[in-house]
T-cell receptor, first 112, second 114 residues
Framework: DSGVTQTPKHLITATGQRVTLRCSPR?????VYWYQQSLDQGLQFLIQ???????AKGNILERFSAQQFPDLHSELNLSSLELGDSALYFC???????????FGQGTRLTVV | AQSVTQPDIHITVSEGASLELRCNYS??????LFWYVQSPGQGLQLLLK??????LVQGIKGFEAEFKRSQSSFNLRKPSVHWSDAAEYFC????????????FGKGTHLIIQP
């Protein structure tokens, strides 16, 4: 158990809908990262937050957004969902930006 | 731009045999290198990391990796594999733990033969 908690574990939704994925980082970790894992793209970095502020952006679509709250949990919002958004979404956390990241179990999103 | 290449998509090894998984990276500065393992339906577990210092790093579950700057490689090794090592292995590079995010390789699927 990495200490990073993601909910829900599975999510099935229809095209055009909006969903929210939640992540609770390990106790004491200030950085939260979101990654997408799909068969064709592999593991891709989406976005990082550090202590409530956006720190870095990767290949995140404009339809996707994230935030980190004062209690350090984070949410990834995915809107106008398309079939191609079906993937495993991982959250990871670290103490800062220069230490190793620990991953949650992921949320499997299926868009039908 | 940084990149990671794992040349072997699948590797089959007999139980008890030695293992080496290859990883080559491209990175403009001093890299931070990682190996993660993903079992079916599970998240990624950190096996080991290289930040600086000794180029041979030890990790969990009996794994080790060697950083070779001249070859831009960070190969993962294990002297004797167990059936429970069957999984997907990912090499990753980045500045620290994730500032600007890690760049992952496509992964190597390890199959263990009895």
């Amino acid at each position: 158990d990495s200490g990073v908690t993601q909910t829900p574990k599975h999510l099935i939704t229809a095209t055009g809908q909006r969903v929210t994925l939640r992540c609770s980082p390990r106790s004491g970790d200030l950085s939260v990262y979101w990654y997408q894992q799909s068969l064709d793209q592999g593991l891709q970095f989406l976005i990082q937050y550090y202590n409530g502020e956006e720190r870095a952006k990767g290949n995140i679509l404009e339809r996707f957004s994230a935030q980190q709250f004062p209690d350090l949990h984070s949410e990834l919002n995915l809107s106008s969902l398309e079939l191609g958004d079906s993937a495993l979404y991982f959250c990871a956390s670290s103490v800062g930006g220069t230490t190793e990241a620990f991953f949650g179990q992921g949320t499997r999103l299926t868009v039908v | 731009a940084q990149s990671v290449t794992q040349p072997d998509i699948h590797i089959t090894v007999s139980e008890g045999a030695s293992l080496e998984l290859r990883c080559n990276y491209s990175y403009g500065a001093t890299p931070y290198l990682f190996w993660y393992v993903q079992s079916p339906g599970q998240g990624l577990q950190l096996l080991l990391k290289y930040f600086s210092g000794d180029t041979l790093v030890q990790g969990i579950k009996g794994f080790e990796a060697e950083f070779k700057r001249s070859q831009s490689s960070f190969n993962l090794r294990k002297p004797s594999v167990h059936w429970s090592d069957a999984a997907e292995y990912f090499c990753a590079v980045g500045p620290g733990g994730g500032a600007d995010g890690l760049t992952f390789g496509k992964g190597t699927h390890l199959i263990i033969q009895p």
